[in-house]
């Protein structure tokens, strides 16, 4: 019973993350003088999470300015191919207070392999469609420390 549970509770987060992910990039495009836009805002102050804001200028120092700021309420910050991950997300949301940085990774992984992973670590998804590994973590650091171990636990 706790392994459907647990089960259900994960694909839940990946397709609500996965549908989250849409909206937040779809809202990415500005509506500017009746014209679509991309255009970059570089302000994250509308943004409520504290700790989300000092992590942003963590991965700022890091892999410099973002691809995409949605900075309202809820609102998001996405770097798009930054180093080795697929993209980088912070999400500001009400339900999300601790667990907030979303990091993506392009590699293969049998079943096996991911059930042994998703043992250690909870906060690791993974989407095989898109060979996907998804890290939900408060920090690039705490990101960084999963792959690492999971990395050399497939090598």
Request: glycine share 2%; hydrophobic share 40%.
């Amino acid at each position: 019973m706790k392994h459907v549970i647990e089960k259900t509770i994960f694909f839940i987060i990946l397709f609500s993350t996965v549908y989250y992910f849409k909206i937040v990039k779809h809202e990415a495009f500005y509506v500017i003088n009746n014209k679509i836009t991309n255009k970059k805002q570089k302000s994250i102050k509308n943004l409520n999470n504290k700790q989300l804001k000092k992590e942003y200028y963590n991965i700022v120092n890091y892999y410099g300015e973002p691809d995409i700021i949605i900075n309202k309420k809820n609102g998001a910050v996405i770097w798009d191919k930054p180093g080795i991950f697929k993209d980088i997300m912070l999400i500001d949301d009400d339900q999300i207070k601790e667990k907030f940085l979303y990091a993506s990774f392009k590699i293969s992984l049998t079943d096996k392999k991911y059930q042994e992973i998703y043992k250690k670590y909870d906060s690791v998804m993974y989407n095989r469609i898109n060979k996907e590994l998804i890290i939900q973590e408060s920090s690039l650091s705490n990101a960084l420390y999963i792959l690492d171990d999971i990395l050399i636990s497939i090598n």
